[in-house]
């Protein structure tokens, strides 16, 4: 299915843009932004758009939350840059403070902050290194860390993202519990770490650590058996191996809690953040146990981490989420998402699998619904026919779409989302027009 004509503003710049920017972006319609409100954008054409991919899972509290603006502004008229890793400032602090009140674990933490995603995992299995004196990992088929070489070697959701590149670390990957669709028999993945994996590949003590997604983003947005997260809390702690989990993409309140960790109970040794943290503005970090953090001055820096602008955005942020009760709210969202695309589903059989959590929602779009088949080029097609109706959704695993709006989106504007979304599953399935049917 072909998208509608885009305005000639929007093909002008687009034009441009593919003239120079990089031919590793990709893009998944031709969306070009000129401004964002709450759950809103507006493209350079006028159009307005909802948004229910929130800058991929990181406008948590929307865009340009009065708050959050506010912040920012006062920061700048103070100032904007010194280095967290060579001086101190009181914001760097205050966040810290208020990241311990809400951290996963309950015996004293500490805080290292960097820019993006990738550099939080990188932190993380640099710091289990030094503090177990082991160098190799265990991670999951599916799982998305990030880019740079070391947490690369741990990101397995698509081939073309480690294509060319050498595989940094040692980096054993093992099936990640699918509920809708197991790679193993029984899901038994613990089973296969202990007999398939440290019986025959790697011994115990050689592992530093797990890295593990609570829940899988890109890889499709999975939740594991409720077992699954306490019995590798479990395993680790068996063989002196750290838990580590990525919250990248399921924290800072997008599940109905503060980080999705917290639905099963489980305490991480350390704990990945970044996205959501601060509406937009760069930032990333680490919560590790107090005693986890053993690393000496000097072993790990970075010139813009921690930068005071970014943290303002992230305090006023954390403030959005606890004065306008958005973790409540993201639940009570997300079982209303959650009642509506079952409704469609009974009606379009070609979802096979509505699940989520709070605002992260994934549907399976499958060709089976019996067999289960995976069907990627009618997932594509749904998404882009969304978006010829106004409405902003993103793919991720092998054939899911996943529904992640602002926690505080308007009722009003679920509903009409959804009305957009229904139509465009009658545009793409009931006329015919899917390539894939």
């Given amino acids: 299915m072909e998208l509608k004509s885009i305005g000639i503003k929007a093909e002008a710049w687009i034009e441009r843009d593919e003239n120079l920017n990089s031919t590793s972006y990709t893009r998944e319609y031709p969306l ?19 948004d229910f991919m929130g800058g991929i899972g990181v406008m948590n509290v929307g865009h340009r939350h009065p708050r959050v603006v ?37 015996d004293g933490t500490r805080l290292y902050y960097g820019n993006s995603g990738t550099e939080a995992i990188e932190a993380a299995i640099k710091l289990a290194m030094v503090h177990t004196g082991r160098s190799k990992f265990i991670g ?5 860390h990030g880019r740079t070489l070391g947490a690369l070697s741990f990101t397995a ?16 990957h093992v099936p990640y519990p699918d509920p809708y669709r197991p790679r193993i028999i029984n899901n038994d993945v613990i089973g296969y770490i202990e007999k398939d994996l440290l019986e025959v590949k790697v011994a115990p003590h050689d592992v530093a650590a797990i890295l593990v997604e609570a829940i899988q983003g890109e890889g499709g ?13 479990d395993l680790c702690d068996r063989y002196g191996m750290l838990l580590i989990v990525d919250e990248i993409q ?10 999705a960790i917290e639905h099963t109970g489980v305490e991480p040794d350390i704990l990945a953040f970044a996205k959501g943290i601060a509406s937009g503005l760069p930032l990333s970090g680490i919560i590790t146990r107090e005693s986890v953090m053993t690393w000496k001055p000097g072993s790990q820096g970075s010139t813009f981490g921690g930068n005071p602008v970014a943290i303002a955005a992230a305090l006023a942020t954390l403030e959005v989420i606890k004065d306008e009760n ?22 379009y059989p070609y979802i096979g699998d509505v699940r989520g959590c709070g605002m992260m929602i994934g549907i399976e779009i499958v060709s089976d619904p019996i067999k289960k088949t995976p069907d990627a080029v009618l997932r594509d097609e749904l998404i882009r026919a969304a978006f010829d109706q106004g409405l902003l959704t ?6 899911t779409l996943r529904f992640i709006a602002p926690l505080n989106t308007p009722e009003a504007l679920l509903e009409e989302g959804m009305s957009m979304f229904e139509q465009a599953m009658k545009n793409v399935v009931d006329t015919g027009q899917s390539a894939a049917l």
């Fill in 157 to 172: 959701s698509k081939a073309v993202q480690s294509e060319k590149y050498p595989q940094a670390l040692d980096v054993f």
């Fill in 394 to 399: 993103l793919p991720c695993g092998e054939s």
């Fill in 250 to 259: 399921s924290g800072v309140g997008r599940t109905g809690k503060w980080w």
């Fill in 32 to 50: 070009v932004v000129d401004r964002a409100e709450g759950s809103l954008l507006w493209d350079v054409d006028g159009k307005r758009y909802i």
């Fill in 70 to 106: 506010e912040a920012v502004k006062n920061q700048l008229d103070r100032f904007w840059h010194i280095c967290l890793g060579d001086f101190y400032y009181p914001q760097a602090v205050e966040l810290s403070e208020r990241l311990d009140e809400i951290a996963p674990m309950h």
């Fill in 140 to 144: 999951f088929l599916g799982g998305f």
């Fill in 221 to 233: 947005y999975i939740i594991p058996p409720a077992d699954f997260l306490p019995q590798l809390r």
């Fill in 326 to 347: 958005l973790l409540d709210r993201a639940h009570e969202s997300g079982e209303w998402l959650k009642a509506a695309l079952r409704k469609l589903q009974d009606q």
